[in-house]
């Protein structure tokens, strides 16, 4: 609770998020904009791409190492290289490489996939979403790794943008996924990521030097120092 972090600006505040989860350092950010840069929501996304388009090889591989599915790398790498039209109809194939646990791994994914390609255009995004992560025991799997409860509380607050946007929209999942990544790519879609601690709480904080005004820290650490300034030279 003594150490503050003042940051200039909150744009990469994430990665010092990302540093602390690491080391287990509670923390609270009375800013942030990180939610969809963290790790588990960039899997879920994975996973509605996967869904939405078989033939999205990326996305398909970040579902596939995900812990929803838990591949390992040596796996990847025989079912890349032997890979037909799509990951999805390559899942089924007996490699002589693939080891008996991984390629049970393999068509439980191949199956999940099947069923909620079927799915997807009759649920809404936040039932869909819902379903995946109880079908792939996801919240389990993230409560066992360092900062799991940081993980469980983004994927609730990703469930509540779920539910907003059926609230608002009509849309299909492939419209949800194309209004995620408009709005990323606008930067209109900030989302702090969850917060599991309060502002009282003894832990670090991270804020902006305009939010600190009028608060003192024993220990204030300013990052980003050689970070430059936006100079308009017009």
């Not at 540093?19 to 996973?47: C, H, T, V, W």
Request: proline residues 3%; charged residues 25%.
């Amino acid at each position: 609770g003594d150490f503050c972090l003042l940051f200039r600006a909150t744009t990469n505040d994430y990665i010092y998020e990302d540093a602390l989860k690491e080391y287990g350092i509670p923390y609270y950010n009375f800013g942030g904009k990180g939610l969809f840069e963290s790790q588990e929501i960039k899997d879920l996304m994975n996973g509605l791409k996967a869904i939405s388009n078989r033939y999205d090889t990326i996305a398909t591989i970040g579902f596939l190492r995900s812990p929803m599915i838990g591949l390992s790398d040596r796996t990847l790498y025989w079912l890349l290289r032997n890979k037909k039209d799509n990951l999805l109809n390559t899942l089924e194939e007996n490699f002589p490489h693939i080891e008996d646990k991984e390629r049970e791994k393999a068509n439980r994914a191949k199956a999940i996939l099947n069923e909620f390609i079927i799915k997807k255009d009759l649920y809404s995004v936040s039932k869909l979403v819902s379903m995946l992560i109880a079908r792939t025991y996801y919240l389990d799997s993230l409560m066992m790794l360092p900062g799991g409860k940081q993980m469980v509380s983004n994927v609730n607050k990703f469930m509540d943008i779920c539910m907003e946007y059926d609230r608002n929209s009509l849309g299909s999942l492939e419209d949800f996924i194309d209004y995620i990544e408009m709005m990323k790519s606008k930067g209109n879609l900030e989302e702090s990521q969850a917060k599991i601690y309060t502002e009282d709480a003894n832990v670090v904080k991270l804020m902006t030097i305009h939010k600190s005004k009028g608060l003192q820290f024993p220990v204030t650490i300013i990052p980003q120092m050689a970070r430059g300034f936006k100079v308009d030279n017009s």
